[in-house]
């Protein structure tokens, strides 16, 4: 799920003196912990994010202008601009007049600098020739070949794979659009054809992440839609020029629908963010920016921006950067793990009082872009300023001792003992504010499951148990967490997940109720099962109820019903007959088998792998079914006293399932004509019971059909006849 949190205003965006919109940033590039600031003119400056504050600002020449935005190089942490497409500078933080700084005169023009982490800067000329800052520095005058003549460049972006820098770039030539692909070390340059399908309308924004050694460009068109492609980093050696498809991923607005401007961000591999204006004056609001997952293509956030934008956005860490009518605006949002529950807002359990609530407060947002705060410390209310905040964090961290963060923790599991993990993760618990809580927590799960399977004999069962009744997890967030409990036995973790998991698949459902039904009840006696779920219902279970209660019609239930007009008399006098007084489970099992019942399933999915159940663990089944459909019969709500009991409706979807499942078998063996029995003369009781009903029902109606004559006197009866 991704969803939007605290917002605040970094900067006033220079040319915003008038009373129309500013035409927008030349760019914005992340600087370390800091961002770069390049205005379309001739200024860059440097601010500090978390304090709102400008740390340096430099220009150059009147009459000269920046022609591409200010980047930072991170290995030297020097910043690089270009001016006049061709003057490149390189200046320090600690420098004040960029006369004074190094200054190189290029033979090409410029289109982009692209900062690399843990790389120099790559320097994309406008003719396509791609040069690393060293290697340009060392010959600023050498000759750079043009790539090609008629070509002009859209858009370009750096990657890195296999810790190998590269550029990818668009370019456009008589509506044509064209992908190239270059890697700097070795230098290698693949060309690619977009194919442009059924789409005219503009091409507005693209954005790229790196998966499996494949770019995946998404690219935004003016009528909404987003188009994903498909970029090989490796082409074959061939002549003939390779054609891309695009497919339709989302597509934002209705049919019809023109967006002026707008821009497209990667935030993760799962969501990216829009921030659009319509071109329409229909529309209520003018522009917006809006949070989408790209797994399963659904809006999960969007936020209108009354004051217009000119529709550029960038994402740097936790921070989403937008203009915001003449600001530039930080949107701080959460992205956690995509799931199915996620997307249809079901991955959040209900809280209970022995959960503990975690919440992120962003005022509290530390430099190096971790949450740390405790428990008992409140919200800041909106009415604080932001300087009361930044001293309240420096007065906590003094009288507080900083908590173990998530890294700590990760590096700890790997080589410490299952004792000292389980002190550490329950201080980490109940100690610590986690930022991106599911995150975070699905880390650790992930961590202890890897070394569960590089040593067997490691398995901290009390940590895996702690860490789900967290809440707010899913299957698919640890898949392998319901796998290595079964390996295990671990009867309580199982139970927990069925508890807890929305989104369980169901071979590992069915396999937790082969395990369950497989297990003796003397095994489970001795395990921490709480049995008060089905206190209410089985404690006598075991004990024949009195015979001067055995005659007395519940419900439409009696035992004389059952005997009346049996088609086979023989069958009640079977040894293996089922008394529907008798829990056939014991109370432990009967609490785990109730959490496979109450558990979300598809009947399509759920059937084929109820047929791996052996025909002993199908009659034993069945009649555990059976004893909690006679007992919901005896209850006049129907419903099974304490938390975590199936619904009768429940109890019945399983019964048929099973029977489905099993049909043939059933019905041949021997062990299970009793209880096919039984419950044919259940069934057939409570058919003539509802039938009573149906007429109790029809004798109603007509009552109120009847017009009740005007009372003559005070006093009279009446007798009214049904015929």
Same mark, same amino acid.
């Given at each position: 799920?991704?969803?939007? !949190?605290? $917002?605040?205003?970094?900067?006033?965006?220079?040319?915003?003196?008038?009373?129309?919109?500013?035409?927008?940033? #030349?760019?914005?590039?992340?600087?370390?912990?800091?961002?770069?600031? @390049?205005?379309?003119?001739?200024?860059? +400056?440097?601010?500090?994010?978390?304090?709102?504050?400008?740390?340096?600002?430099?220009?150059?020449?009147?009459? %000269?202008?920046? @022609?591409?935005?200010?980047?930072?190089?991170?290995?030297?942490?020097?910043?690089?601009?270009?001016?006049?497409?061709?003057?490149?500078?390189?200046? /320090?933080? *600690?420098? +004040?007049?960029?006369?004074?700084?190094?200054?190189? @005169?290029?033979?090409?023009?410029?289109?982009?600098?692209?900062?690399?982490?843990?790389? $120099?800067?790559?320097?994309? =000329?406008?003719?396509?020739?791609?040069?690393?800052?060293?290697?340009?520095?060392?010959?600023?005058?050498?000759?750079? /070949? &043009?790539?090609?003549?008629?070509?002009?460049?859209?858009?370009?972006?750096?990657?890195?794979?296999?810790?190998?820098?590269?550029?990818?770039?668009?370019?456009?030539?008589?509506?044509?659009?064209?992908?190239?692909?270059?890697?700097?070390?070795?230098?290698?340059?693949?060309? =690619?054809?977009?194919?442009?399908?059924?789409?005219?309308?503009?091409?507005?924004?693209?954005?790229?992440?790196? +998966?499996?050694?494949?770019?995946?460009? #998404?690219?935004?068109?003016?009528?909404?839609?987003?188009?994903?492609?498909?970029?090989?980093?490796?082409? &074959?050696?061939?002549?003939?020029?390779?054609?891309?498809?695009?497919? #339709?991923?989302?597509?934002?607005?209705?049919?019809?629908?023109?967006?002026?401007?707008?821009?497209?961000?990667?935030?993760?591999?799962?969501?990216?963010?829009?921030?659009?204006?319509?071109?329409?004056?229909?529309?209520?609001?003018?522009?917006?920016?809006?949070?989408?997952?790209?797994?399963?293509?659904?809006?999960?956030?969007?936020?209108?921006?009354?004051?217009?934008?000119?529709?550029?956005?960038?994402?740097?860490?936790?921070?989403?950067?937008?203009?915001?009518?003449?600001?530039?605006?930080?949107?701080?949002?959460?992205? $956690?793990?995509?799931?199915?529950?996620?997307?249809?807002?079901?991955?959040?359990?209900?809280? +209970?009082?022995?959960?503990?609530?975690?919440?992120?407060?962003?005022?509290?947002?530390?430099?190096?872009?971790?949450?740390?705060? %405790?428990? *008992?410390?409140?919200?800041?209310?909106?009415?604080?300023?932001?300087?009361?905040?930044?001293?309240?964090?420096?007065?906590?961290?003094?009288?507080?001792?900083?908590?173990?963060?998530?890294?700590?923790?990760?590096?700890?599991?790997?080589?410490?003992?299952?004792?000292?993990?389980?002190?550490?993760?329950?201080?980490?618990?109940? &100690?610590?504010?986690?930022?991106?809580?599911?995150?975070?927590?699905?880390?650790?799960?992930?961590?202890?499951?890897?070394?569960?399977?590089?040593?067997?004999?490691?398995?901290?069962?009390?940590?895996?148990?702690?860490?789900?009744?967290?809440?707010?997890?899913?299957?698919?967030? !640890?898949?392998?967490?319901?796998?290595?409990?079964? $390996?295990?036995?671990?009867?309580?973790?199982?139970?927990?997940?069925?508890?807890?998991?929305?989104?369980?698949?169901?071979?590992?459902? !069915?396999?937790?109720?082969?395990?369950?039904?497989?297990?003796?009840?003397?095994?489970?006696?001795?395990?921490?099962?709480?049995?008060?779920?089905?206190?209410?219902?089985?404690?006598?279970?075991?004990?024949?109820?009195?015979?001067?209660?055995?005659?007395?019609?519940?419900?439409?239930?009696?035992?004389?019903?059952?005997?009346?007009?049996?088609?086979?008399?023989?069958?009640?006098?079977?040894?293996?007959?089922?008394?529907?007084?008798?829990?056939?489970?014991?109370?432990?099992?009967?609490?785990?088998?109730?959490?496979?019942?109450?558990?979300?399933?598809?009947?399509?999915?759920?059937?084929?792998?109820?047929?791996?159940?052996?025909?002993?663990?199908?009659?034993?089944?069945?009649?555990?079914?059976? =004893?909690?459909?006679?007992?919901?019969?005896?209850?006049?709500?129907?419903?099974?006293?304490?938390?975590?009991?199936?619904?009768?409706?429940?109890?019945?979807?399983?019964?048929? #399932?099973?029977?489905?499942?099993?049909?043939?078998?059933?019905?041949?063996?021997?062990?299970? /004509?009793?209880?096919?029995?039984?419950?044919?003369?259940?069934?057939?009781?409570?058919?003539?019971?509802?039938?009573?009903?149906?007429?109790?029902?029809?004798?109603?109606?007509?009552?109120? /059909?009847?017009?009740?004559?005007?009372?003559?006197?005070?006093?009279?009866?009446?007798?009214?006849?049904?015929?």
């Amino acid at each position: 799920m991704a969803a939007f !949190c605290e $917002e605040f205003t970094l900067c006033t965006l220079a040319g915003a003196g008038g009373s129309a919109l500013p035409q927008g940033p #030349l760019g914005l590039e992340p600087a370390r912990d800091r961002v770069l600031l @390049t205005d379309r003119g001739r200024t860059v +400056t440097l601010y500090e994010v978390s304090d709102q504050k400008p740390l340096g600002c430099w220009s150059v020449k009147q009459g %000269q202008n920046i @022609t591409c935005p200010a980047v930072c190089n991170f290995e030297t942490g020097e910043f690089v601009l270009v001016h006049d497409d061709k003057v490149l500078q390189i200046w /320090k933080e *600690d420098d +004040t007049n960029l006369d004074k700084v190094f200054k190189a @005169t290029l033979s090409a023009d410029v289109y982009r600098i692209h900062s690399v982490p843990n790389a $120099e800067p790559l320097i994309l =000329f406008k003719n396509g020739a791609v040069k690393n800052l060293d290697a340009l520095l060392a010959a600023p005058q050498q000759e750079i /070949k &043009n790539v090609f003549s008629n070509e002009v460049i859209r858009w370009s972006e750096a990657f890195t794979e296999a810790e190998k820098p590269g550029i990818v770039f668009i370019t456009e030539q008589d509506a044509n659009c064209f992908i190239y692909v270059q890697h700097n070390n070795p230098n290698m340059l693949h060309k =690619f054809k977009l194919d442009q399908g059924d789409e005219s309308s503009t091409m507005l924004s693209f954005a790229v992440y790196l +998966t499996n050694k494949t770019v995946t460009l #998404l690219c935004l068109y003016s009528s909404g839609c987003v188009y994903k492609v498909l970029v090989p980093l490796q082409q &074959n050696d061939s002549e003939e020029q390779h054609i891309l498809p695009k497919s #339709l991923l989302i597509r934002l607005e209705e049919s019809g629908t023109t967006f002026k401007h707008a821009s497209l961000t990667i935030l993760d591999k799962n969501h990216f963010a829009v921030t659009g204006c319509l071109d329409s004056s229909e529309k209520s609001f003018k522009a917006w920016v809006s949070l989408w997952n790209i797994k399963f293509q659904t809006l999960q956030d969007s936020k209108e921006l009354p004051l217009g934008s000119s529709g550029q956005c960038w994402c740097y860490g936790d921070r989403l950067f937008v203009t915001y009518g003449k600001e530039l605006k930080v949107i701080l949002y959460k992205c $956690e793990t995509s799931s199915l529950a996620a997307a249809l807002g079901k991955i959040q359990s209900s809280p +209970t009082s022995e959960t503990k609530l975690l919440s992120v407060n962003w005022n509290m947002l530390q430099e190096d872009g971790l949450l740390c705060v %405790q428990p *008992d410390q409140s919200v800041p209310t909106k009415g604080e300023s932001k300087r009361l905040l930044r001293s309240r964090r420096t007065t906590g961290a003094k009288t507080q001792l900083e908590p173990l963060t998530v890294e700590q923790l990760l590096l700890l599991i790997k080589n410490s003992s299952p004792n000292e993990i389980e002190e550490k993760l329950m201080n980490f618990l109940s &100690n610590a504010q986690i930022p991106d809580f599911q995150i975070s927590v699905r880390n650790i799960i992930l961590a202890l499951m890897n070394r569960c399977e590089a040593e067997q004999a490691f398995y901290p069962s009390n940590c895996l148990v702690q860490l789900v009744q967290m809440q707010g997890l899913s299957y698919s967030m !640890c898949p392998g967490l319901m796998t290595v409990a079964l $390996e295990k036995t671990d009867i309580c973790l199982l139970q927990l997940c069925l508890q807890q998991f929305p989104d369980i698949p169901e071979a590992v459902t !069915c396999a937790c109720l082969r395990t369950f039904l497989s297990i003796s009840d003397h095994s489970l006696g001795e395990m921490n099962i709480n049995i008060d779920y089905v206190a209410g219902y089985i404690d006598t279970a075991h004990n024949r109820k009195k015979e001067d209660q055995s005659n007395v019609i519940q419900n439409g239930f009696s035992s004389e019903l059952l005997e009346e007009n049996c088609c086979d008399s023989q069958l009640t006098q079977k040894s293996h007959a089922i008394d529907s007084n008798f829990c056939p489970v014991g109370p432990q099992k009967a609490v785990l088998l109730n959490a496979i019942l109450c558990s979300a399933y598809s009947e399509a999915f759920l059937l084929p792998h109820l047929k791996d159940l052996s025909a002993e663990q199908v009659i034993l089944f069945l009649q555990y079914l059976q =004893f909690l459909y006679m007992k919901c019969s005896e209850q006049a709500n129907t419903d099974l006293p304490g938390m975590f009991c199936p619904t009768i409706n429940q109890i019945m979807d399983w019964m048929c #399932l099973v029977l489905d499942a099993h049909f043939t078998m059933v019905v041949m063996l021997p062990e299970a /004509k009793g209880l096919l029995s039984s419950l044919h003369k259940f069934v057939r009781a409570q058919v003539r019971f509802y039938s009573e009903l149906n007429k109790i029902e029809v004798s109603l109606k007509e009552l109120q /059909k009847i017009n009740n004559p005007k009372d003559v006197d005070l006093y009279s009866i009446e007798v009214l006849k049904l015929v």
